[in-house]
């Protein structure tokens, strides 16, 4: 599975993104570790603050259908630089995706940066953070 077959398979999700207020479209691709590519979409809200981005979409859809163990993700946009994930999605990217794990970071003009889910959150809050006595 490559880089481009992700990037396929995100900007296809372009089309599905319901974005009547931003009018910025965005698509991810995550990767399975039993090589299924789950995709998502930002679907947003009247209350903006309930939009969920293409990211976690990819996420909890993937999570909804039974899969936990991931390898990659990628995210792309119509942007001018590589799109780069927001904070609530860095966490819960963080959540469900191994440290080491590779996110592609690419935007529609064929920009690709490779990050870890580490680099994109360093100190992130997990479930040894919950341990207390
Ligand atoms: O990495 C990102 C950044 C933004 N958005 C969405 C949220 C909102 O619908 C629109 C503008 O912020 O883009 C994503 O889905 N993923
Ligand atoms: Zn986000």
Do not use: W
Request: charged share 15%.
């Amino acid at each position: 599975m490559s880089v481009a077959q992700l990037l396929s398979a995100a900007t296809k999700l372009l089309d599905q993104a319901y974005v009547p207020y931003s009018h910025f479209p965005v698509g991810a691709a995550l990767l399975t570790t039993d090589d299924q590519i789950i995709t998502g979409c930002n679907i947003e809200n009247a209350s903006y603050g309930l939009t969920n981005c293409a990211e976690r979409t990819a996420i909890f859809q993937a999570v909804a259908q039974g899969h936990r163990d991931f390898k990659a993700l990628l995210v792309t946009g119509v942007t001018d630089e590589v799109i780069s994930p927001c904070g609530a999605c860095r966490q819960v990217i963080s959540e469900f995706c191994t440290p080491e794990m590779p996110v592609y970071l690419t935007n529609q003009n064929q920009q690709v940066a490779k990050m870890t889910v580490q680099e994109l959150l360093p100190g992130a809050f997990d479930a040894e953070d919950l341990d207390h006595d």
